[in-house]
T-cell receptor, first 114, second 110 residues
Framework: EAEVAQSPRYKITEKSQAVAFWCDPI?????LYWYRQILGQGPELLVQ????????DSQLPKDRFSAERLKGVDSTLKIQPAELGDSAMYLC????????????FGQGTRLTVV | AQRVTQPEKLLSVFKGAPVELKCNYS??????LFWYVQYSRQRLQLLLR??SRESIKGFTADLNKGETSFHLKKPFAQEEDSAMYYC????????????FGKGNQVVVIP
């Protein structure tokens, strides 16, 4: 069964360092989402791609966060510099299209900033 | 902007007792509503969506537009239902943003 792949599963980094997360969506899925989930809260959308284009990054802290999906397939989310408050689970999800289709989630990357 | 509210953080029920998880939403347009579930050490996955109008693992949820609610119900809880449950909303024909509530942790006591 096809799944969304994310790496690494866990990341510990010092504050002010750069960190990057990678996501490989299910093959053929045009829409890709990055969510941040702080402990005890629901997932919060950071950025949404349709193919290689960003369609929603209104909640992305652009002074330190960036995301790209250059070929419209896999995606990278970067934080530079990391801050203590960035400690969270970072989830990637994909869906077939922007229409009302199911979103499939990856296992997530647990980031701890020390 | 869409908003999803799940008022209870933790719900403990005995096996065989009914379960109801409340979800209220605010959105000015037409929404599609979902319930997602995350079992221990597993990824977040779709449980059910309102347009399907089906029962999954004994769970049902009815969209009540008048009360802007999409409560999740199961008449007889099972131990394997222990998990985190998230209500989510996506606008129909809108920005396609999938917005989540804060989640409910359900613990089924044997």
């Amino acid at each position: 069964e096809a799944e969304v792949a994310q790496s690494p599963r866990y990341k510990i980094t010092e504050k002010s360092q750069a960190v990057a997360f990678w996501c490989d969506p299910i093959s053929g899925h045009a829409t890709l989402y990055w969510y941040r989930q702080i402990l005890g809260q629901g997932p919060e959308l950071l950025v949404q791609f349709q193919d290689e284009s960003v369609v929603d990054d209104s909640q992305l802290p652009k002074d330190r966060f960036s995301a790209e999906r250059l070929k419209g397939v896999d995606s990278t989310l970067k934080i530079q510099p990391a801050e203590l408050g960035d400690s969270a689970m970072y989830l990637c999800a994909s869906s077939l299209s922007q229409g009302n289709t199911e979103a499939f989630f990856g296992q997530g990357t647990r980031l701890t900033v020390v | 902007a869409q908003r999803v509210t799940q008022p209870e953080k933790l719900l403990s029920v005995f096996k065989g007792a009914p379960v109801e998880l409340k979800c209220n939403y605010s959105y000015s347009g037409s929404p599609e509503l979902f319930w997602y579930v995350q079992y221990s050490r597993q990824r977040l996955q779709l449980l059910l969506r309102h347009i399907s109008r089906e029962s999954i693992k004994g769970f049902t949820a009815d969209l009540n537009k008048g009360e802007t609610s999409f409560h999740l119900k199961k008449p007889f809880a099972q131990e394997e239902d222990s998990a985190m449950y998230y209500c989510a909303l996506k606008p129909i024909g809108g920005n396609n943003r999938l917005a989540f509530g804060k989640g409910n942790q359900v613990v089924v006591i044997p």
